[in-house]
C-alpha cells in the first residue's frame, strides 16, 4: 500500500504543481496519516537533490570552509537563489544563519490549502537538505528556525552547522 502511495507523490512531485502535490499529501493523510504521507515526499525531495549532487558534486568549487560550501552548493548551485532573496546573519567557522524571503512554491501551496509551512517543511523539507549538506561534507548539519518561518514571521531563518569529527 505504502508503495503505491510513493508511486502517486512521486508523479505529482514530478509534475512541479505544489498545491496539486499538497491536495494529494493530504487526501493519502488521509488513510495513512499525515506524517506517513510527509515522510513519502520527503522521500522524493531527498532522491532528487542527492541524483542533481551525483551529477554536480564533482564540478562545484571547494574551499578550505565547509559551511561555505554548503552554502554555495544548497542555496546557489542547487536552488539557485538570489542574493537579494536572503542574507547571511551569522558566521562563524561552526554556524551559519541565514534569513530567506526568496518566492517558494511551497509557501503558496501552503498559503493556498490552509497548510501549516512548520509541519510540511519540517517533516517533508528538512531532512532532505540534511541530506544533501551531509553529501557535500559529512560534518554539516541543516537547521530551521520554525519559529521563524514563513508565513508565520518575515523570513525563513536557516543554519548549517559543522560538527567536529
Not at 513519502?40 to 568549487?61: N, Q, S
Not at 512548520?118 to 523539507?125: P, Q, S, T
Request: glycine share 4%; charged share 30%.
Amino acid at each position: 500500500m505504502k508503495d503505491r502511495h510513493y508511486q502517486v507523490v512521486r508523479r505529482q512531485y514530478r509534475r512541479r504543481d505544489s498545491v496539486e502535490l499538497l491536495r494529494t499529501i493530504a487526501s493519502i493523510a488521509r488513510e495513512i496519516g499525515l506524517e506517513n504521507a510527509l515522510s513519502l515526499l520527503e522521500r522524493c525531495v531527498t532522491e532528487k537533490r542527492l541524483a542533481w549532487l551525483d551529477e554536480h558534486l564533482e564540478t562545484l568549487e571547494r574551499t578550505a570552509d565547509p559551511i561555505m560550501d554548503g552554502y554555495r552548493a544548497f542555496y546557489e548551485a542547487y536552488l539557485g537563489i538570489l542574493p537579494q532573496y536572503g542574507e547571511i546573519v551569522e558566521a562563524t567557522p561552526n554556524r551559519m544563519v541565514t534569513r530567506w524571503w526568496n518566492p517558494c512554491p511551497i509557501l503558496e501551496a501552503c498559503k493556498t490549502l490552509g497548510a501549516d509551512t512548520r509541519v510540511v517543511c519540517k517533516h517533508a523539507y528538512h531532512r532532505p537538505v540534511d541530506a544533501f549538506l551531509a553529501r557535500v561534507d559529512p560534518r554539516l548539519r541543516f537547521e530551521r528556525n520554525y519559529d521563524v518561518i514563513r508565513p508565520h514571521a518575515p523570513y525563513c531563518e536557516e543554519m548549517i552547522l559543522l560538527e567536529e569529527s
